[in-house]
């Protein structure tokens, strides 16, 4: 209940953090408690989203990997080539537990052309965190297809040639970043790889029994 309390209090201040931040900032609150639909405030269209809609993959892969840290002015591109500076701020509940984030993205496009002039408010940390770029969608199902086609087109071969530790690697790495704390991820993961549900399932049990023998084998004496 501490947790709700405090994203409603955060909740209500969204609109006019983004007002004193300006027009060319996004703010946008998201609630851990459904991630399919984990936007519950934004204010500002740099995005192009709005309430209800999905948290990104780049949240999902740190909640995932279960080193939840702050990420501040890391860089975004937008489809339209848009660049944005992103800042990602991790909401605890007393336990410690991440329950959501508050984002804030600023539209660098109109800096840019000075941006020597104003190099001090542009200036941006190179690397993107954890090698993961992120997307912005309108829903759930665009992300989902987003981080499947990705990983789909790292195997340099056509899914009908992929052999199965092809779809292994593909799976693994789509269960590193995340995918499958999403509901459906399972069915959408067996359609593009021309596997059936069980098998998927199979996979996912396979690569994460893998990742437990090499984590048991690295700290084994």
Known sequence: MRGFRQLQIIKDIVPSLQAALGCFYEVVLHDFTD????????SGNITGRSIG?????????????????DMLGYPTT????????????????NSGKPIGCLCINLDLTAFL????????????????????????????????????????NAIPKPVALMSKEDKLQIVRRLDEEGLFLVKGAIEAVASALSLSRATVYGYVDEVRGQRLLSSGSQTGG
């Open 78 to 93: 937008l489809p339209d080539g848009r660049v944005l500076k992103s800042s990602t701020i991790f909401i605890r509940d």
């Open 35 to 42: 991630v399919e639909h984990s936007i519950v405030a934004i």
């Open 53 to 69: 809609g999905p948290i990104t993959n780049l949240v999902l892969s740190v909640l995932k990997a279960g080193k939840v840290e």
């Open 113 to 152: 052309g000075a941006q020597k002039a104003i190099e001090t408010f542009t200036e941006v940390h190179r690397d993107e965190p954890s090698g993961v770029k992120e997307d912005f969608t309108t829903d759930i199902g665009q992300l989902v297809t987003f981080m499947i086609q990705r990983s789909v």
